[in-house]
C-alpha cells in the first residue's frame, strides 16, 4: 500500500513540469487564442496605433537629447584637453 502512495506522490511531481511544459507550447498558445477570438477589435488596433505613435515621438525625443549629450561631452572633452589645469605649487 505504500508503494501505491510513493507511486502517486512521484507521477504527480513528474507531472507538474510536463503539463508546465505543454501549457506553454506555441501550440496550445495558437489553439487557445483560436478559442478566444484572437482578431483584434478596431477600438484596439486603433488604440495600439496611438501608443505606437506617442512611443515613436519619445524614441525620437530621446535620440535629439543623446545627441545633445554628445555634443556637450565631445565640447567638455575638448575645453579639457586644450586648456589643462594649471599647476598648484608645492604645498609649504
Do not use: C, Y
Not at 495558437?30 to 495600439?48: C, F, H, I, N, T
Request: glycine letters at 6%; charged letters at 25%.
Amino acid at each position: 500500500m505504500l508503494w501505491v502512495v510513493a507511486f502517486l506522490i512521484v507521477m504527480v511531481a513528474l507531472l507538474i513540469p510536463i503539463l508546465a511544459i505543454v501549457l506553454d507550447s506555441p501550440f496550445v498558445q495558437k489553439l487557445a487564442e483560436s478559442r478566444r477570438g484572437a482578431a483584434l477589435q478596431e477600438g484596439a488596433a486603433e488604440e495600439l496605433r496611438k501608443r505606437v505613435g506617442v512611443l515613436e515621438g519619445e524614441v525620437d525625443d530621446l535620440g535629439r537629447a543623446m545627441g545633445q549629450l554628445r555634443e556637450e561631452t565631445q565640447f567638455l572633452q575638448h575645453l579639457l584637453e586644450d586648456n589643462p589645469p594649471p599647476k598648484l605649487p608645492p604645498s609649504s
